[in-house]
């Protein structure tokens, strides 16, 4: 492993019972759709079980030959099929040449991936990506797919397409297997491309659940060694209550704790206090709850306000169990983090506010001063993380942040009549023009 990943140097009792119905999944080559409510810490999980030298061994086989191939659809800078696909064989290109596969095998797929690419030919690709897979299973290795953020391409994706993938792993006499990650499953991001029943011969699902207190503090411990935090053990004790084992809260709480200048004096109450007055916290916040179908809002607010949930409202909102935005026993349930749970309470209260806000919060003017610079020139999605968001490079910042913050700008620009409009550039970014 030629890059530096804190998640490689966890101990195997990381989330070690998902460890191991993963690893047990993969052994019987069986496909997973791997979902969980949004940054639950899905990437943070895999990149232990792809990365930490023993994770193999100790959860699929330590007699078998697996390659395990990662494909993170945040690298896409377009959001199309080819790409997708030029991607894949990439990452697959990639592997095989850092696996213990023959040298005459590595040349072939370096070749086939070549001239694929040459053509630019998408049916020459997939092809090229079925004898690659088709010469790896030959030598005994059992290839794995994992799509990362498959929700990136969900609005392309067609019936076509899962055809192709479902005629690679039967190229491959069922050896090739499929991971997807995503906040939803496969059925609620694509129910145009693939249903249900079809679903069930496809892959099998598997729920992340926010981390428990010895998975968080691992976590903690990892960014404790790095960064050299100062924190009491109640302070981090207080730290994972408010998160609720969601790994982007933890790390927002993390910078933003150190940004303010934390001293042992803050207690929950004063943490949870800081929290709710940053923008990022609440920016985040909104994510996980438009993130929510219709129905489970609904359910989460009936739970909120204490009110009993009937079997079939249960039935309705399984996905909010399945992936422990609901904790507790039946009947005694709650959110799962008391910051996601203030901000739905808040929800209420901003709505009943007649007249809208229109002065630009801190991200919103940050936001807004680089457009200005650069009036009538793209704006690219990594130059506004890097002006935005310069504190959360490491963490990453999600499309939907970069897109829901530009939706406010862009609001409260035509609410104060300015002479500026923002266009949106496709797979590209944004821009500042005049208003026509």
Same mark, same amino acid.
């Given at each position: 492993?030629?890059?530096?990943c804190v998640e490689a140097k966890y101990p195997l009792t990381f989330r070690k019972k998902d460890a191991e119905l993963l690893g047990e999944?993969?052994?019987?080559?069986?496909? =997973?759709?791997?979902?969980?409510?949004?940054?639950?810490?899905?990437?943070?999980?895999?990149?232990?079980?792809?990365?930490?030298?023993?994770?193999?061994?100790?959860?699929?086989?330590?007699?078998?030959?697996?390659?395990?191939?990662?494909?993170?659809?945040?690298?896409?800078?377009?959001?199309?099929?080819?790409?997708?696909?030029?991607?894949?064989?990439?990452?697959?290109?990639?592997?095989?040449?850092?696996?213990?596969?023959?040298?005459?095998?590595?040349?072939?797929?370096?070749?086939?991936?070549?001239?694929?690419?040459?053509?630019?030919?998408?049916?020459?690709?997939?092809?090229? =990506?079925?004898?690659?897979?088709?010469?790896?299973?030959?030598?005994?290795?059992?290839?794995?797919?994992?799509?990362?953020?498959?929700?990136?391409?969900?609005?392309?994706?067609?019936?076509?397409?899962?055809?192709?993938?479902?005629?690679?792993?039967?190229?491959t006499h069922g050896k090739l297997a499929y991971v997807f990650t995503s906040f939803r499953n496969l059925g609620d991001l694509s129910p145009?491309?693939?249903?249900?029943?079809?679903?069930?011969?496809?892959?099998?699902?598997?729920?992340?659940?926010?981390?428990?207190?010895?998975?968080?503090?691992?976590?903690?411990?990892?960014?404790?060694?790095?960064?050299?935090?100062?924190?009491?053990?109640?302070?981090?004790?207080?730290?994972?209550? @408010?998160?609720?084992?969601?790994?982007?809260?933890?790390?927002?709480? @993390?910078? =933003?704790?150190?940004?303010?200048?934390?001293?042992?004096?803050?207690?929950?109450?004063?943490?949870?206090?800081?929290?709710?007055?940053?923008?990022?916290?609440?920016?985040?916040?909104?994510?996980?709850?438009?993130?929510?179908?219709?129905?489970?809002?609904?359910?989460?607010?009936?739970?909120?306000?204490?009110?009993?949930?009937?079997? *079939?409202?249960?039935?309705?909102?399984?996905?909010?169990? *399945?992936?422990?935005?609901?904790?507790?026993?039946?009947?005694?349930?709650?959110?799962?983090?008391?910051?996601?749970?203030?901000?739905?309470?808040?929800?209420?209260?901003?709505?009943?506010?007649?007249?809208?806000?229109?002065?630009?919060?801190?991200?919103?003017?940050?936001?807004?001063?680089?457009?200005?610079?650069?009036?009538?020139?793209?704006?690219?999605?990594?130059?506004?993380?890097?002006?935005?968001?310069?504190?959360?490079?490491?963490?990453?910042?999600?499309?939907?942040?970069?897109?829901?913050?530009?939706?406010?700008?862009?609001?409260?620009?035509?609410?104060?009549?300015?002479?500026?409009?923002?266009?949106?550039?496709?797979?590209?970014?944004?821009?500042?023009?005049?208003?026509?």
């Open positions: 492993m030629d890059f530096f999944h993969l052994r019987h080559r069986h496909s =997973i759709d791997l979902t969980g409510m949004k940054r639950v810490g899905i990437s943070n999980f895999l990149r232990f079980f792809l990365y930490n030298e023993r994770a193999k061994e100790s959860f699929v086989s330590k007699t078998e030959k697996h390659l395990f191939v990662s494909i993170d659809l945040n690298d896409l800078v377009e959001r199309e099929l080819y790409a997708f696909w030029a991607l894949t064989f990439k990452r697959l290109l990639d592997e095989t040449v850092r696996s213990n596969a023959s040298e005459h095998t590595k040349q072939k797929i370096g070749d086939l991936f070549l001239y694929s690419i040459q053509t630019k030919d998408l049916f020459l690709l997939i092809d090229g =990506i079925r004898q690659s897979l088709i010469r790896l299973v030959s030598e005994d290795i059992l290839p794995t797919l994992f799509l990362l953020r498959f929700d990136r391409i969900k609005d392309v994706v067609t019936p076509a397409f899962f055809d192709n993938l479902e005629g690679l792993r039967d190229s145009q491309a693939i249903d249900r029943s079809h679903l069930s011969t496809f892959c099998y699902t598997l729920s992340i659940k926010p981390a428990t207190v010895s998975d968080m503090k691992i976590i903690f411990e990892q960014y404790n060694q790095r960064y050299h935090l100062d924190f009491s053990s109640s302070q981090a004790k207080d730290l994972f209550t @408010l998160v609720g084992g969601n790994v982007q809260y933890l790390q927002l709480g @993390l910078v =933003i704790l150190n940004e303010q200048g934390k001293s042992d004096s803050k207690n929950m109450a004063s943490m949870q206090d800081i929290f709710q007055q940053d923008e990022r916290t609440n920016l985040f916040s909104e994510e996980l709850w438009e993130s929510l179908l219709p129905k489970e809002k609904d359910l989460i607010l009936a739970i909120v306000g204490g009110n009993k949930i009937g079997d *079939e409202e249960r039935r309705a909102g399984q996905y909010i169990f *399945e992936t422990g935005f609901i904790i507790g026993e039946k009947n005694r349930e709650k959110l799962f983090s008391p910051l996601f749970e203030q901000y739905i309470r808040t929800l209420a209260v901003k709505k009943q506010q007649r007249e809208p806000e229109l002065v630009f919060s801190k991200k919103e003017h940050l936001l807004y001063t680089l457009l200005e610079r650069k009036v009538g020139q793209i704006c690219e999605r990594d130059e506004i993380i890097e002006a935005v968001w310069p504190e959360n490079q490491e963490f990453g910042v999600s499309d939907w942040s970069i897109d829901r913050l530009m939706a406010r700008v862009r609001s409260k620009l035509k609410k104060q009549t300015s002479p500026f409009e923002i266009r949106t550039i496709r797979t590209r970014g944004y821009m500042l023009t005049e208003r026509v």
